[in-house]
């Protein structure tokens, strides 16, 4: 596509719930990121995949998020057991890692609304 | 582990006037990147400028310029001429080269949301 895709745009759950949020990047990009932005703050990294493969998870906050990127292309950002404070925009990245290529594009990001 | 800190919460300038943004960090790093970011109430982040560490000269994108200050670790952005469509939320950000590996791996200032003016 044209840009990077997040669905859904919004989401609301309840306390204890399992959600997926999903990031369609520009084809042709093989570096995928995720992106976690409170309200009020800057974007926290979460994670980043170079092709299938998770290149680094340090970001993640505890073993209730998971992520996939299973063909290299789509990613998929799982949480199990939502709690109130993962309340917060999802944001996702991809860029090109070819010669010269430097600029991350971003998605609009997923809303997440614990209640 | 590197810091970025933006002191201004807010700021608001005249259309057509000049405004600059504080940035600062902190890093062990010799080689790395700076950013810029805008983010709209679409929440979209759009990349407005970016700066290598190696290069002395500061970046310049049309309207918008950089005073980067290596030794300092300050990295201001100026805002010249400012439209009403420059209102938005303003990110520094950092990235350690590391050999292209890490990337796009960004840390973020807290932000410094601008309005402007008519």
């Known amino acids: 596509g044209a840009g990077v895709s997040q669905t859904p745009s919004n989401k609301v759950t309840e306390k204890g719930k399992y959600v997926e949020l999903r990031c369609d990047p520009i084809?042709?990009?093989?570096?995928l990121y995720w992106y976690r932005q409170s309200l009020g703050q800057g974007p926290e990294f979460l994670i980043y995949?170079?092709?299938?493969?998770?290149?680094?998870d340090s970001g993640l906050p505890n073993d209730r998020f998971f992520a996939v990127r299973p063909e290299g292309s789509v990613s998929t950002l799982k949480i199990q057991r939502t709690e109130r404070g993962d309340s917060a925009v999802y944001l996702c990245?991809?860029?090109?890692?070819?010669?010269?290529?430097?600029?991350?594009?971003f998605g609009a990001g997923s809303r997440l609304t614990v209640l | 582990a590197q810091t970025v800190t933006q002191s201004q919460p807010e700021m608001s300038v005249q259309e057509a006037e000049t405004v600059t943004l504080s940035c600062t960090y902190d890093?062990?790093?010799?080689?790395?990147?700076l950013f810029w970011y805008k983010q709209p109430p679409s929440r979209q982040m759009i990349l407005v400028i970016r700066?290598?560490?190696?290069?002395?000269q500061n970046a310049t994108e049309n309207r918008f310029s950089v005073n980067f200050q290596k030794a300092a670790k300050s990295f201001s952005l100026k805002i010249s001429d400012s439209q009403l469509g420059d209102t938005a939320m303003y990110f520094c950000?950092?990235?350690?080269?590391?050999?292209?590996?890490?990337?796009?791996?960004?840390?973020f200032g807290q932000g410094t949301i601008l309005t402007v003016h008519p």
């Open positions: 990245a991809s860029r090109f890692t070819g010669a010269g290529a430097n600029v991350l594009t």
């Open positions: 084809s042709g990009h093989t570096a």
């Open positions: 995949f170079q092709g299938t493969g998770a290149a680094d």
């Open positions: 890093t062990s790093e010799n080689n790395y990147y």
């Open positions: 700066q290598e560490a190696y290069k002395q």
């Open positions: 950000a950092f990235t350690a080269n590391a050999g292209g590996t890490s990337y796009g791996k960004l840390t």
